[in-house]
């Protein structure tokens, strides 16, 4: 089975998110990267399904050099080899362009991605990725099992689950439960330095949108304390004053 | 010309996030002095669909094929584009909910429109460029994000813009574009869903708890207050994590982010992460015994004391609210 994983490198989660140049570019000092976390999870069950000789992982990553480490560690945890597009990943559609450009005469069985990045929060790459080469796609699985050319994909519905049959080839964009992410073993650190990781030139992908300019949330005020025994003037605050109840 | 709306039914109704979603395109379309057209796909009775008259559409196209009763993203995707191929639209308008989320980019694909998903205000039109604010950062900030394409797509955040009603009734037709077989690869086989709980992305009002409970056992007064507010429950990651609680209900950064009216944190400290899940909402309100814990910072509303003496008081004295 041949699997591709899309990666993408994002500020950790217990950053703090500022913004400089007039609020239209974030503040990368003192920013750690690393693999988006829904992306670790697609990674993990593309290793599982993959391990034993079952097949391969190729993971790709449209990125300038900074990301070499984010797909060094996808490689320790586990994939087989590499491809860095050379570029920066100005949005969606250009990402989705150039994985779509790259896997299209490679005949991937399945491709998984996260079901969003969690600095753009989209959840588009994996549905653009499907329409751009023409196969199904799940913008959110929770659950994915290959049986032969079929996979049963279980998607995140409001108050629930649907459950789909599809024929390979897919894409699926991976929400928490489809695996537990992995962490790389000593051995897989080790091998990850020698594993190929080619660097490829990105297409070019017209402009359909850009982000103008950054805002952090207003902060709230301080916080009404309400005495632990008078919890009907909490009621009365969230009915007379907040008017949410 | 028109701004096309997708209005998704479940079940063959439409929940309020429909209506907010229509609501919010009217708003545009009144500002452009454009009509707002819906188009609504599989077995919804026709009452069902003129009443989205009340919230703006003044015309539903009503795509009832047998082949297109259940949701395909592919599919619907194709749908929506002939709609818009049709109805000369080059804004289009889809509620940011798991199946949209499914759909939007697919729309936007199929017309090379620019798309900004998650946006939680109307936008501003200035000839042919569009700019709307929409979150970023998993809730710690928020984007805002100039569509340049001749054709565009917004997905509006459930509890985002508020229902408005205007007392009409739309016109209801037929339309049953041609779709590629391809197109319906997906098959479901199976809808699990629990109908009587409220569902948290939308939401208006949200219980949640965390790992200050201590335990699964313990989690049936967090029920009972969302029983009696009639909200939705949440949790932490640790507990989703711990398997107390299912991964649908993680709020959180690498979970949903909720858009309530009314968030109720109960034993939750609220690390960074956490925090990005939630700060969308109106008004937050956290129960915790420690007052250090983080989550009074961002907190409109808080009693420090102990959940277990302070959660049952409150379903108590909320009951007697209603009550009355």
């Known amino acids: 089975m041949k699997i591709l994983v ?13 913004f400089t140049n007039d609020n239209t570019a974030l503040n990368t000092t003192g920013i750690q990267y690393i693999i988006n976390p829904y992306d670790e999870i697609a990674l993990s069950k593309a290793i599982g399904l993959a391990e034993g000789g079952k097949g391969t992982v190729t993971v790709i990553n449209v990125g300038e050099s900074n990301t070499e480490a984010t797909i060094r560690k996808a490689l320790a945890t586990g994939a087989d080899d590499a491809v860095r597009v050379n570029a920066a990943p100005r949005d969606a559609w250009f990402v ?9 005469d490679k005949e991937f069985d399945l491709i998984l991605t996260g079901r969003e990045s969690i600095d753009y929060n989209g959840s588009q790459v994996a549905a653009f990725v499907g329409e751009l080469l023409g196969i199904p796609s799940v913008s959110t699985a929770k659950k994915i099992e290959i049986t032969g050319d079929t996979a049963t994909v279980e998607r995140e519905i409001e108050g629930g689950k649907e459950v789909l049959a599809i024929p390979l080839p897919l894409i699926a964009g991976t929400a928490e439960g489809v695996a537990e992410p992995r962490i790389p073993n000593m051995r897989g650190i080790m091998s990850a330095r020698t594993k190929p990781l080619a660097v490829i030139d990105a297409i070019d992908v017209p402009v359909l949108s ?24 909490l009621i009365d605050l969230l009915h007379n004053q907040a008017r949410v109840i | 010309m028109p701004i096309l709306v997708y209005t998704e039914n479940t079940d063959g109704k439409f929940k309020k996030t429909v209506y907010e979603v229509v609501s919010y395109a009217k708003a545009i379309a009144d500002d452009l002095d454009t009509p707002v057209i819906a188009v609504s796909i599989g077995d919804v ?32 995707a194709s749908v929506i584009a002939a709609a818009a191929d049709h109805t000369g639209s080059d804004l289009i308008v889809i509620s940011n909910s798991f199946s949209g989320k499914g759909l939007a980019p697919r729309v936007a694909a199929k017309l090379e429109a620019g798309l900004a998903d ?13 700019s709307v604010k929409k ?30 009603q205007t007392g009409d009734v739309a016109a209801v037709e037929a339309f049953n574009p041609e779709i590629p077989s391809d197109d319906f690869a997906a098959v479901i086989q199976d809808i699990v869903r629990a109908t009587d709980k409220v569902t948290l992305p939308d939401a208006e009002i949200v219980v949640s708890a965390g790992r200050g409970l201590k335990g699964p056992e313990n989690w049936g007064m967090i029920e009972e207050l969302a029983e009696v507010l ?13 398997g107390w609680r299912p991964h649908a209900e993680h709020v959180g950064q690498t979970g949903i ?9 109960i034993g939750i400290s609220g690390a960074i992460q956490h925090l990005a899940g939630v700060s969308a909402s109106k008004t937050i309100v956290v129960i915790n015994k420690d007052p250090e814990a983080p989550f009074f910072k961002v907190a409109d509303y808080g009693i420090v004391g102990d959940a277990f003496e302070v959660v049952p008081k409150l379903i108590a004295a909320i009951r007697a609210y209603k009550g009355n």
């Open chain 2, 257 to 265: 982010a909720v858009s309530p009216n009314l968030y109720i944190a």
């Open chain 2, 135 to 164: 979150t970023a950062f998993s809730g710690k900030a928020f984007a805002i994000t100039e569509l340049v394409s001749a054709k565009k797509v917004i997905a509006l955040n459930p509890n985002a813009f508020e229902v408005r």
């Open chain 1, 6 to 18: 899309c990666i993408s490198n994002v500020p950790d989660t217990t950053s703090k998110i500022t």
């Open chain 1, 210 to 233: 850009a982000v103008v300019k950054y805002e952090t949330p207003e902060p709230r005020g301080t916080v009404t304390l309400v005495d632990a025994g008078d919890v009907e003037k």
């Open chain 2, 118 to 130: 998650g946006a939680v205000e109307l936008p501003r039109i200035m000839g042919d460029k569009l």
């Open chain 1, 96 to 104: 989705a362009h150039q994985v779509a450009n790259y896997a299209k």
């Open chain 2, 230 to 242: 009639g909200a939705a429950t949440a949790c932490s990651k640790p507990v989703s994590d711990a």
């Open chain 2, 45 to 76: 009775d026709q009452s069902e669909l003129a009443s989205l008259g009340n919230y703006g559409a003044s015309r539903v196209l009503h795509v009832s094929s047998d082949q297109l009763a259940r949701f395909v993203n592919q599919a619907y």
